[in-house]
């Protein structure tokens, strides 16, 4: 069982970053694929940002593409998402999840093994 803890997330003004961080409770860390997605009240949990287990390969939505970041420290246990050029658009609950290297990973799905419990991020105009 690997457990996830989002942190970072708080109110931030359209233009403003902020920088979320995951730190999940296992040491093999570096043999999960990770992936960032949000939710607002009402709508379906969407893909924000991928990362393959090594750090080498990333995704994006189309949406976030050129303002947030996904990166990860497999030495801490810890994924990131450093976004930037905040839009009220992206108000949402934001949350991190883990899927196994040793399963078929589709990085924009929702097929992942475990779920952080989120972190509210609100942006204002």
């Known amino acids: 069982q690997v457990q996830l803890v989002e942190s970072g997330g708080g109110l931030v003004q359209a233009g403003g970053s902020l920088r979320l961080s995951c730190a999940a409770s296992?040491?093999?860390?570096?043999?999960?694929?990770m992936g960032w997605f949000r939710q607002t009240p009402g709508k379906e949990r969407e893909f924000v940002a991928a990362i393959g287990w090594s750090g080498s390969s990333t995704y994006y939505a189309d949406s976030v593409k050129g303002r947030f970041t996904i990166s990860r420290d497999n030495t801490k246990n810890t994924l990131y998402l450093q976004m930037g050029s905040l839009e009220p658009e992206d108000t949402a609950v934001y949350y991190c999840?883990?899927?196994?290297?040793?399963?078929?990973?589709?990085?924009?799905?929702?097929?992942?093994?475990?779920w952080g419990s989120g972190t509210q991020v609100t942006v204002s105009s």
């Open positions: 296992t040491r093999t860390f570096r043999s999960y694929n």
């Open positions: 999840a883990a899927r196994s290297m040793a399963k078929n990973w589709a990085p924009q799905g929702r097929e992942y093994d475990y």
